[in-house]
């Protein structure tokens, strides 16, 4: 199982952890939620637990909770800018389906 990182998104977390001034990495998980079943959840990680699973690219970390893993298996976290608006995309390739508003998601 893994989940790994673009370029952009590497950058992006890279200059976040060092405006920041600490952290170990970006924390990335799934909640129950939405019309659709599943949302992401993205923050920084401060600590490494003992459930947790380690993804490291560019030298960054990505830390995932054991227990999410079956849902986050094969996604590639994207960083966008388009305009104004600036975000973190997942693109994750068992994604069955998606709510209207993109918020949540269907795993297959």
Not at 5 to 31: E, H, I, P, S
Not at 37 to 64: L, M, R
Not at 73 to 90: P, S
Request: glycine content about 14%; charged content about 25%; some cysteine.
């Amino acid at each position: 199982m893994a989940v790994s990182m673009t370029g952009n998104a590497v950058a992006r977390v890279r200059k976040q952890l060092a405006d920041r001034g600490r952290g170990v990495g970006l924390r990335v998980g799934v909640k129950k939620t939405g019309c659709s079943g599943w949302a992401y959840t993205i923050d920084f990680a401060d600590e490494i637990g003992p459930n947790d699973a380690v993804f490291e690219d560019g030298g960054v970390q990505v830390v995932v909770d054991r227990g999410h893993l079956e849902l986050m298996d094969g996604t590639e976290i994207d960083y966008k800018r388009e305009g104004l608006n600036e975000a973190f995309r997942f693109n994750n390739p068992r994604v069955a389906g998606t709510c209207g508003c993109g918020e949540s998601f269907t795993i297959a």
